[in-house]
Nanobody, 125 residues
Framework: QVQLVESGGGSAQAGGSLRLSCAAS????????MGWFRQAPGKEREFVAS????????RYADSVKGRFTISRDNAKKSLYLQMSSLKPEDTAIYYC??????????????????WGQGTQVTVSS
């Protein structure tokens, strides 16, 4: 069983930065792709970014490309999301996730993932 705990959320002004962290409980997360998703009020959960087991392959949603950077430290069993040039539309609950069936990209259906509890990010204009 994998437990994921996010931290680092909070409030920021438009144009500002925040860094999210996700701590995993299981050593085996180093074998799998991990990612960040977000859900704004009244909207469906959406993909933000993912990273392969070794960190060599990253993918981003078009809406965050060039502004957000995903990274991981397998020795610390941790996942990060550096968010810069924040916009009010980035306001959402951000979730960390692990795809236990894939090592490169998160391609399983969402109900197969391990999820964290989420951390709120609020960006004001």
């Amino acid at each position: 069983q994998v437990q994921l705990v996010e931290s680092g959320g909070g409030s920021a002004q438009a144009g500002g930065s925040l860094r999210l962290s996700c701590a995993a409980s299981a050593l085996t997360v180093s074998h799998y792709a991990m990612g960040w998703f977000r859900q704004a009020p009244g909207k469906e959960r959406e993909f933000v970014a993912s990273i392969s087991y070794g960190g060599g392959t990253t993918r981003y949603a078009d809406s965050v490309k060039g502004r957000f950077t995903i990274s991981r430290d397998n020795a610390k069993k941790s996942l990060y999301l550096q968010m810069s040039s924040l916009k009010p539309e980035d306001t959402a609950i951000y979730y960390c996730a692990v795809d236990p069936d894939h090592a490169i990209s998160m391609t399983s259906s969402y109900d197969m993932y391990y999820w964290g509890q989420g951390t709120q990010v609020t960006v004001s204009s």
